[in-house]
């Protein structure tokens, strides 16, 4: 069965350091992967995507991410953060058949400190 | 104002009452997913449609659950005879190739 794994619940990092979040997948085919962001409260915005080709993809806010099929990963980074990237950070695995739904890792909160 | 909009944004309840929530999906995407989120979890898939047919259910989706789309635009989520279990955020996508999402309604039924 398809699944995500974020490994870390939670993460602190200072304003204007470097950022890289955990995501892990487990899916049978070539997967499309999503990167989205959760403010508190509130929907989902589509950060980053990868669906083939370059495995760095770059999205909105200044965040990329890579994949890297041997190690089934798709981590997302930052070289530097604001404080306005304080939120909760969803990887996601798109089946491909049927409806295309997107199954979700269970979050990694982000705390910015000052 | 493009986006995805959903109605209400909040909803409070009572044990057993009936409750029903509305999307609006972007005007030219002919696919709508419905996603129920609890406190500390990723978001889960629930249903699918393709303009006005609905082509996928999860097992979560009990019988007290309906969803329609009845002009392949907006959709509906029933949710018939509430449990307190049914708490949580339920989130509206819509898509061509990526899925955009509504801001939610959250539901407490008390």
């Known amino acids: 069965a398809q699944s995500v794994t974020q490994p870390d619940i939670h993460i602190t990092v200072s304003e204007g350091a470097s950022l890289e979040l955990r995501c892990n997948y487990s899916?049978?085919?070539?997967?499309?992967l999503f990167w989205y962001v959760q403010s508190p409260g509130q929907g989902l915005q589509l950060l980053l995507k990868?669906?083939?080709?370059?495995?760095l993809v770059q999205g909105i806010k200044g965040f990329e991410a890579e994949f890297k099929r041997s190690q089934s990963s798709f981590n997302l980074r930052k070289p530097s953060v604001h404080w306005s990237d304080a939120a909760e950070y969803f990887c996601?695995?798109?089946?491909?058949?049927?409806?295309?739904?997107?199954?979700f890792g269970q979050g990694t909160r982000l705390t910015i400190n000052p | 104002d493009t986006g995805v909009s959903q109605n209400p944004r909040h909803k409070i309840t009572k044990r057993g009452q009936n409750v029903t929530f509305r999307c609006d999906p972007i005007?030219?995407?002919?696919?709508l997913y419905w996603y129920r989120q609890t406190l500390g979890q990723g978001p889960e898939f629930l249903t699918y449609?393709?303009?006005?047919?609905?082509?996928?259910k999860s097992r979560l989706l009990s019988d007290r659950f309906s969803a329609e789309r009845p002009k392949g635009s907006f959709s509906t989520l029933e949710i018939q005879r509430t449990e307190q279990g049914d708490s949580a955020m339920y989130l509206c996508?819509?898509?061509?190739?990526?899925?955009?999402f509504g801001p939610g309604t959250r539901l407490t039924v008390l």
């Open positions: 990868y669906f083939s080709g370059d495995t």
């Open positions: 899916y049978g085919a070539t997967p499309y």
């Open positions: 996601a695995v798109g089946i491909i058949q049927g409806a295309q739904k997107l199954v």
């Open positions: 005007s030219e995407h002919n696919r």
């Open positions: 996508a819509s898509s061509e190739s990526s899925q955009y």
């Open positions: 449609f393709q303009n006005e047919a609905q082509l996928e």
